[in-house]
């Protein structure tokens, strides 16, 4: 069975927004899929730098739970920005060596992660993008 001190010791950072520390965690090869831009960021480089700009702009990130299937995990947590909380999850998968090499972002509800959105999205390349009610898009 493969070990878990990498990924308590990546939520321990995470928890304490220490992106370095979260990194040594990492597989070179990490791939994050976010609900903050639609194309994958890849590499630990990259990945880092998305925590970066995470961490940087939330006030809290509080790991809640993890669940196991043998290299498979989900971590549940909640993250706060102002009056905005986002229940979440990660889909956390880890190599042989036990680093973590993927993870898929799960968040909710949907204005809390369209205000994070906001604010992350164009430090990383992306476009900020709004919720807009149906009855109010059709002036659009």
């Known amino acids: 069975m493969i070990s878990t001190e990498h990924l308590n010791a990546y939520l321990d950072a995470m928890g304490r ?13 990490v ?45 549940v947590f909640t993250i706060r920005l102002g009056d905005h909380v986002i229940d979440g999850m990660d889909h956390m998968h880890l190599n042989d060596a036990g680093l973590v090499d993927s993870m898929t972002v799960a968040w909710r509800p949907l204005p809390a992660i369209v205000a994070v959105q906001q604010r992350l999205a164009p430090k990383l390349g992306g476009k900020a993008m709004r919720l807009v009610p149906l009855d109010q898009s059709r002036s659009l």
Do not use: Q, W, Y
């Open 17 to 29: 927004r220490d992106v370095e520390g979260t990194k040594a965690h990492m597989a070179d090869n």
């Open 31 to 75: 791939v994050l899929r976010s609900p903050i831009v639609p194309a994958p960021f890849e590499g630990k480089a990259r990945v880092g730098e998305v925590l970066h700009h995470l961490l940087g702009l939330v006030e809290a990130f509080e790991p809640r739970l993890l669940l196991r299937d043998g290299a498979d995990f989900v971590a």
